[in-house]
């Protein structure tokens, strides 16, 4: 029933999570090597790990780079807020009621087929700053998996814990209160996480539309300047705050994570 998996590396160790970023950078920096350095791809030897670190270190000192790895996270929390806010309880219904799966499940499914950046027209007709377009986008490539996810979490509930409360006279609303919810924060959480690595792929094209700042703005200035060092050097600081992201997410997952028999 899973929609998608979060693969956790704590049973292998840091030396192995060392390791295989390692090696890693060894496969790019032998490919980009075998690539770049030959004479029909000079132009493009910014792509080379020598010149992209130093453009990276180079970002790192500039107050612009940092404003827009703040623009960045501002749009990825905010939109990430917004599908949380519609995709929980919806997720909650879908997983609760069978009527209401029913009726939404085939229609929720369809939507999450659809590329989340088909809807940059529609957005751009719809939304009159560039601002409220991104998060439109970012809220139509994460509440799908929330509400997904929530409602495979609902749907795992023991149903027997459901019995028993039934039987002491518990109402539907108590059931949510004091059963449904409770136990289904760790999916919740999950879909949260999953809703973070979409959000993150689905930023950069989105700041692509027109908006003066955020890391794709940077990308595509880079590209359009031809400074290939600085937009290989943008990807990589992609790379490596997604990954911060994920992994500051993890450990509040870890930290929040409770069963109902904790509760």
């Known amino acids: 029933m899973g929609l998608n998996v979060i693969f956790t590396p704590q049973k292998f160790g840091l030396r192995y999570e060392l390791m295989g970023l390692a ?6 920096a032998l490919v980009s090597y075998l690539v770049f350095t030959r004479p029909q ?4 030897q910014g792509f080379l790990p020598g010149p992209t670190f130093r453009a990276l270190m180079s970002a790192f000192a500039d107050e612009r780079f940092w404003l827009s790895v703040f623009t960045s996270l501002r749009r990825i929390v905010v939109g990430i807020s917004l599908a949380a806010f519609f995709g929980i309880p ?5 997983g609760f009621y069978p009527r209401i799966r029913g009726l939404s499940y085939s229609a929720i499914q369809f939507v999450r087929m659809i590329s989340p950046l088909s809807w940059m027209p529609i957005a751009l007709l719809l939304f009159a700053s560039f601002e409220s377009a991104v ?7 994460t509440v799908c998996p929330i509400i997904l996810n929530t409602a495979i979490g609902v749907r795992n509930i023991s149903p027997q814990w459901i019995k028993m409360a039934i039987n002491q006279g518990a109402g539907s609303y108590q059931l949510l209160k004091t059963i449904v919810i409770p ?20 930023l950069v094209p ?6 003066s700042s955020g890391l ?5 200035d880079a590209r359009d300047t031809m400074e290939y060092d600085k937009l290989m050097a943008m ?12 992994r500051l997410f993890q450990k509040l997952q870890q930290t929040l994570r409770w069963s109902w028999h904790e509760y």
């Open 216 to 220: 794709g703005y940077l990308i595509n």
């Open 206 to 211: 989105a700041e692509f539309l027109g908006v």
């Open 135 to 141: 998060y439109f986008l970012i809220v139509m490539a």
């Open 90 to 94: 919806m997720g909650i219904l879908v």
């Open 235 to 246: 990807i990589i600081a992609i790379g490596i705050l997604g990954f911060c992201l994920d």
């Open 183 to 202: 136990s289904s924060v760790p999916h919740m959480l999950t879909s949260l996480r999953l809703a973070l690595g979409v959000a993150w792929i689905v």
């Open 41 to 44: 791809f000079n132009q493009f």
């Open 23 to 28: 090696l890693f950078a060894a496969a790019w």
